[in-house]
């Protein structure tokens, strides 16, 4: 019976462009708005992500770094080192603010790093240092790329000159901005304040549950907040979520209506103009069940494909979009097939209903009084 | 005849419709018994009742009164719900207009009937594969309804009938849309079906050159059976026509044509060799 849905949905070539496009259109509009989300949630969580440190402390109630200011005694350093369990600290300097070359000016994560090779620096190095020393920076190489400079030239960072000793990738984050590094004893100066540190990334001695040791550390120092990094990275997320929210709703609601109207409209019109073969067949011993498992093999049939073309047609975007330039890196999530999928259920489920009652109420017996 | 070995008894059939000021009664007091391999032809006017006839043997439409029995077992009194499978495998039935689904083949349109009745998708594609050659379709198997004439689409849709093995095949006007060369070739081939199989046919038709292949004609006029009166078919148009109502009458070569207006007659007139063949004298 299945094959019949089959030769009814390719019967009718511009009905079944018309659904099979409609749908990839309107799932398009989701899975690429999903896309670009996770693509941000990834960036702004690929510092932390790449950091190395398995503990991350910060002010109180500061959990994540994108949006925040945090500010801590420089004097813990060794309050946390003494907490059992503890392999290293790093205290690391963080301020969001601008590269500046010339008159072009990108928006960066301003990262103070100290001098020996801990947690927290850049992780994958394309030209240069791994590490900048006084007067140095490490800079993002799509940054460097776009704004016309390379190893040796100088940039603007806090306000001070430094010249540029490292090409690091994977720091781009949204809009055009990246991460940067400079030298801790750099990062004080310019922010004339040496008792004060923004984080301190822990690594815990082998064996040993980050969680613990986070809650180990909350006890032993007050005013400070400890998470795992997969915690404050699920923060850093969780602010992006939060701030994309009502924007992906309205636009998942706009997608999955245009995707009922499209196929609710195709699915009416198509079973419609099939309304006297379905007689025939109601007349021939077709049950109603029968005929309705058509319509809603007809119905997923459009939808898989559509669904099969949106995912395609978002994939193709993921390559396409960096190679154009924009500064926006999509990543399909599983999260966002599934919902997706499950969106696509229901277009499919709804738009049979109606064909369905249309089927229920054919009378059999106008089969031999024509159509 | 052996009522009990019948495969279709009808037994004082009305059928009315609406009620009141407006209803109408199509079928009255109709009653009727088949025999196994029997051809039925029902012939009347437009509007007497044969359709609905059918419509109520097929297990389409619930008579208003009266009984319908099916090899002793009354259909008339069974619940909707069992009517589909009755249809399914007791009855094949055949359209003026053939009915086909358009987007499937002609083996799908056959095989998909027998997969309704429940059969394996390869085992229902052989059987309708069989059925479509020995009506002589072994070449057009793959092809799709508006590829076929209209023979053609008539032959597939019998073989449709005929998949689930069925006792009783009712045709509403089969040749009505087919010309009579055609038209002729159905008839002997439900002929054949009707005479090697054992299965029962009643058909409906105006068509009065079909009588002949039929074991009995039956005259429905206001949704009774009348006596038949002398019939002809006008040679130019094919309207049956009372002998004695014809509009004209017409003497060639020693048979007498009647013809339904003036006109007919006058173009029989002008090509008598065209017309000849075309209508039933009395000689
Ligand atoms: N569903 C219906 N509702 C009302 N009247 C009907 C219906 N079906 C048939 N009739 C009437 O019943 C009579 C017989 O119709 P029909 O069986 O179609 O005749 P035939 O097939 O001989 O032309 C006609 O007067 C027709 O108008
Ligand atoms: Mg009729």
Same mark, same amino acid.
């Given at each position: 019976?299945? #094959?019949l849905? =089959?030769?009814?949905?390719?019967?009718?070539?511009?009905?079944?462009v %018309?659904?099979?496009? @409609? /749908? &990839? $259109?309107?799932?398009?509009?989701?899975?690429?708005?999903?896309?670009?989300?996770?693509?941000?949630?990834r960036?702004?969580?690929?510092?932390?992500?790449?950091?190395?440190?398995?503990?991350?402390?910060?002010?109180?109630?500061?959990?994540?770094?994108?949006?925040?200011?945090s500010?801590?005694?420089?004097?813990?350093?060794?309050?946390?080192?003494?907490?059992?369990?503890?392999?290293?600290v790093?205290?690391?300097?963080?301020?969001?603010?601008?590269?500046?070359?010339?008159?072009?000016?990108?928006?960066?994560?301003?990262?103070?790093l100290?001098?020996?090779?801990?947690?927290?620096?850049? #992780?994958?190095? =394309?030209?240069?240092?791994?590490?900048?020393?006084?007067?140095?920076? %490490?800079?993002?190489? @799509? /940054? &460097? $790329?776009?704004?016309?400079?390379g190893?040796?030239?100088?940039?603007?960072?806090?306000?001070e000159?430094?010249?540029?000793?490292g090409?690091?990738?994977?720091?781009?984050?949204?809009?055009?901005?990246?991460?940067?590094?400079?030298a801790?004893?750099?990062?004080?100066?310019?922010?004339?304040?040496?008792?004060?540190?923004?984080?301190?990334?822990?690594?815990?001695?082998?064996?040993?549950?980050p969680e613990?040791i986070?809650a180990?550390?909350e006890?032993?120092?007050?005013?400070?907040?400890?998470?795992?990094r997969?915690?404050?990275?699920?923060?850093?997320?969780?602010?992006?979520?939060?701030?994309?929210?009502?924007?992906?709703?309205i636009?998942?609601?706009?997608g999955?209506? %245009?995707?009922v109207?499209v196929? &609710? $409209?195709?699915?009416?019109?198509?079973?419609?103009?099939?309304?006297?073969?379905?007689?025939?067949l109601k007349?021939?011993?077709?049950?109603?069940?029968h005929?309705?498992?058509?319509?809603?093999?007809?119905?997923?049939?459009?939808?898989?494909?559509?669904?099969?073309?949106?995912?395609?047609?978002?994939?193709?975007?993921?390559?396409?979009?960096?190679r154009?330039?924009?500064?926006?890196?999509?990543?399909v999530?599983g999260?966002?097939?599934?919902?997706?999928?499950?969106?696509?259920?229901?277009?499919?489920?709804?738009?049979?209903?109606?064909?369905?009652?249309?089927?229920?109420?054919l009378?059999?017996?106008?089969?031999?009084?024509?159509? | 005849?052996?009522m009990?070995?019948?495969?279709?008894?009808?037994?004082?059939?009305?059928?009315?419709?609406?009620a009141?000021?407006?209803?109408v009664?199509?079928?009255r007091?109709?009653?009727?018994?088949?025999?196994?391999?029997?051809?039925v032809?029902?012939?009347?006017p437009?509007?007497?009742?044969?359709?609905?006839?059918?419509?109520?043997?097929?297990?389409?439409?619930?008579?208003?009164?009266?009984?319908?029995?099916?090899?002793?077992?009354?259909?008339?009194?069974?619940?909707?719900?069992?009517?589909?499978?009755?249809?399914?495998?007791q009855?094949?039935?055949?359209?003026?207009?053939?009915?086909?689904?358009?987007?499937?083949?002609?083996?799908?349109?056959?095989a998909?009937?027998?997969?309704?009745?429940?059969?394996?998708?390869?085992?229902?594609?052989?059987?309708?594969?069989?059925i479509?050659?020995?009506?002589?379709?072994?070449?057009?198997?793959?092809f799709?309804?508006?590829?076929?004439?209209?023979?053609?689409?008539?032959?597939?849709?019998?073989?449709?009938?005929?998949?689930?093995?069925?006792?009783?095949i009712?045709?509403?006007?089969p040749?009505?849309?087919?010309?009579?060369?055609?038209?002729?070739?159905?008839?002997?081939?439900?002929?054949?079906?009707?005479?090697?199989?054992?299965?029962?046919?009643?058909?409906?038709?105006?068509?009065?050159?079909?009588k002949?292949?039929?074991?009995?004609?039956?005259?429905?006029?206001?949704?009774?059976?009348?006596?038949?009166?002398?019939?002809?078919?006008?040679?130019?148009?094919?309207?049956?026509i009372?002998?004695?109502?014809?509009?004209a009458?017409?003497?060639?070569?020693?048979?007498?044509?009647?013809?339904?207006?003036?006109?007919?007659?006058?173009?029989?007139?002008?090509?008598?060799?065209?017309?000849?063949?075309?209508?039933?004298?009395?000689?």
């Amino acid at each position: 019976m299945i #094959w019949l849905a =089959v030769r009814n949905l390719f019967q009718n070539k511009t009905r079944f462009v %018309i659904s099979i496009g @409609g /749908v &990839a $259109l309107a799932l398009l509009l989701i899975l690429v708005l999903d896309a670009v989300v996770t693509g941000v949630q990834r960036q702004v969580t690929a510092y932390i992500e790449n950091s190395g440190a398995d503990v991350i402390v910060a002010q109180e109630d500061v959990r994540n770094m994108h949006m925040a200011y945090s500010a801590l005694p420089a004097a813990h350093e060794t309050h946390i080192r003494n907490v059992a369990g503890v392999a290293a600290v790093t205290p690391i300097h963080y301020l969001t603010n601008l590269i500046e070359v010339g008159n072009t000016r990108n928006l960066a994560y301003v990262i103070g790093l100290p001098g020996e090779d801990g947690v927290g620096g850049p #992780w994958r190095i =394309v030209a240069g240092k791994t590490l900048p020393a006084v007067g140095e920076a %490490i800079i993002d190489r @799509g /940054v &460097a $790329l776009n704004s016309g400079v390379g190893l040796g030239d100088t940039v603007k960072i806090l306000g001070e000159k430094f010249r540029v000793a490292g090409l690091s990738e994977g720091t781009e984050t949204v809009s055009g901005g990246s991460v940067a590094f400079i030298a801790q004893r750099d990062f004080v100066e310019a922010r004339r304040d040496t008792g004060s540190v923004s984080f301190f990334f822990v690594r815990v001695r082998q064996g040993e549950s980050p969680e613990q040791i986070a809650a180990r550390i909350e006890q032993r120092l007050d005013n400070v907040t400890a998470q795992t990094r997969e915690q404050f990275a699920e923060r850093e997320r969780q602010v992006v979520n939060d701030m994309s929210t009502d924007i992906v709703a309205i636009m998942n609601l706009v997608g999955f209506l %245009i995707g009922v109207a499209v196929m &609710a $409209l195709t699915m009416y019109t198509a079973t419609w103009a099939r309304r006297a073969e379905y007689g025939v067949l109601k007349a021939l011993g077709a049950r109603n069940g029968h005929l309705y498992r058509v319509v809603l093999g007809q119905a997923f049939l459009s939808v898989l494909l559509g669904f099969s073309l949106g995912w395609g047609i978002t994939l193709l975007l993921v390559v396409l979009v960096p190679r154009v330039g924009l500064p926006i890196a999509l990543e399909v999530s599983g999260a966002s097939l599934v919902k997706v999928g499950g969106v696509s259920l229901v277009i499919a489920g709804v738009s049979a209903l109606l064909p369905i009652k249309q089927i229920a109420g054919l009378d059999p017996a106008r089969v031999f009084r024509g159509k | 005849m052996n009522m009990a070995n019948a495969t279709l008894q009808i037994n004082h059939v009305t059928k009315r419709f609406g009620a009141g000021e407006t209803q109408v009664m199509a079928v009255r007091d109709v009653s009727l018994t088949v025999a196994p391999g029997e051809i039925v032809l029902i012939m009347g006017p437009s509007g007497s009742g044969k359709t609905t006839l059918l419509s109520m043997l097929g297990a389409l439409l619930k008579p208003s009164e009266g009984t319908i029995a099916l090899h002793g077992t009354t259909i008339s009194a069974l619940k909707e719900d069992r009517l589909p499978d009755i249809r399914l495998r007791q009855f094949g039935f055949i359209f003026q207009d053939f009915n086909l689904l358009s987007a499937l083949t002609a083996l799908e349109n056959v095989a998909l009937v027998a997969e309704l009745a429940g059969v394996k998708y390869g085992t229902a594609h052989n059987k309708a594969t069989e059925i479509l050659i020995e009506l002589g379709l072994g070449a057009r198997l793959h092809f799709l309804p508006e590829k076929l004439s209209g023979g053609e689409k008539q032959r597939v849709a019998i073989a449709r009938a005929l998949v689930n093995d069925p006792t009783l095949i009712l045709a509403d006007e089969p040749t009505a849309n087919l010309d009579s060369k055609i038209g002729h070739e159905i008839m002997r081939l439900l002929r054949a079906i009707a005479k090697e199989q054992g299965r029962s046919v009643i058909i409906v038709s105006h068509d009065q050159r079909i009588k002949d292949i039929a074991d009995r004609v039956l005259w429905l006029e206001d949704g009774q059976f009348k006596e038949m009166k002398t019939r002809a078919v006008d040679p130019v148009c094919g309207m049956s026509i009372e002998g004695e109502k014809a509009a004209a009458i017409f003497e060639y070569k020693g048979t007498t044509f009647y013809f339904c207006a003036k006109g007919c007659r006058d173009e029989f007139e002008r090509m008598p060799e065209k017309f000849q063949e075309g209508g039933t004298g009395m000689a």
